[in-house]
């Protein structure tokens, strides 16, 4: 059974950081690419970060690259997203994701490719 359980989230004033974590189980974690997602209420589940099975490749979205950072460890079958300067309109539930047997530089930037879906966890950022 694949699980992937996401930490780190809470609450933290405009301008602060936080570090997610999400941790898989069940797949073999080298041959997956992985991303975090977020859906903030009333809109749809859009793409923060996607990174490919090694870490050669990473996407990251318009509104959060050069303040986030995805990182993966696969010895730890842990991916990161690293959040600084942070934005109340980054608020939303996010989550982490994985799908495997792709190929080793693909990213997979759209939510629809992802098999293996975490339960999410929240970020609220206070003006």
């Known amino acids: 059974q694949v699980q992937l359980v996401e930490s780190g989230g809470g609450l933290v004033q405009a301008g602060g950081s936080l570090r997610l974590s999400c941790a898989v189980s069940?797949?073999?974690?080298?041959?997956?690419?992985t991303g975090w997602f977020r859906q903030a209420p009333g809109k749809e589940r859009e793409t923060v970060a996607s990174?490919?099975?090694?870490?050669?490749?990473?996407y990251y979205a318009d509104s959060v690259k050069g303040r986030f950072t995805i990182s993966r460890d696969n010895a730890k079958n842990t991916v990161y997203l690293q959040m600084n300067s942070l934005k109340p309109e980054d608020t939303a539930v996010y989550y982490c994701?994985?799908?495997?047997?792709?190929?080793?530089?693909?990213?997979?930037?759209?939510?629809?490719?992802?098999?293996?879906w975490g339960q999410g966890t929240q970020v609220t950022v206070s003006s």
């Open positions: 990174i490919s099975r090694f870490g050669g490749n990473s």
């Open positions: 069940g797949v073999s974690f080298s041959l997956c690419a």
């Open positions: 994701a994985t799908t495997d047997y792709v190929a080793a530089g693909y990213t997979g930037p759209s939510p629809s490719v992802y098999k293996y």
